[in-house]
């Protein structure tokens, strides 16, 4: 019989339970989920002096199109590129960006895109560029959320989100 010290089966219990509430998810229900959000600057004044050919590929992207100085200043600001995924096929599925902005305070904006009829992966693109962009300034904290048959079912947000 192999004898174990008294201090060990408590530790063995509490790490057992650490390792298992870690692994819980936060997904709700499984119905959809947000998997990543990759937010993107556009600064006027900014070019990006890379070898790295993703990096500069970015930029260009965005700056597609843009052949006068009004095209360009219309580019300028921030794209958020949305992944989500969701089990729930064939029922329409809102995505919504909330922000705010540095100069209007604590004022929260919003935009939403519907997907029709979404696909297991999906992907959705939003932009705040332009007047809005200049007018209101760079965006300082967002949120995004995934709302399907009027309750949220899935949302991912900045860490100055409040």
Known sequence: M????????????TGLACLLASCATTDSGG???ITKVNPYHLKPGMWIQTEDAMIAFEQRHH?????TAEDYAEK???????FWKTSARGSATTVRLEYLQANTGPTVH????????PKGRNTT?????????????PIIAWKASLISGGQTVGEFKSFQWK
């Open 110 to 117: 919003v935009k939403e895109t519907v997907v029709g009829n």
């Open 125 to 137: 693109d939003i932009a705040v560029v332009g007047e809005e962009y200049t007018k209101n300034g």
């Open 76 to 82: 300028f600001g921030h794209y958020f590129t949305i």
């Open 2 to 13: 192999i004898r174990t010290p008294r201090l060990f089966l408590p530790l063995l219990t």
């Open 63 to 67: 700056l597609h199109g843009a052949v």
């Open 31 to 33: 119905v959809a989920q």
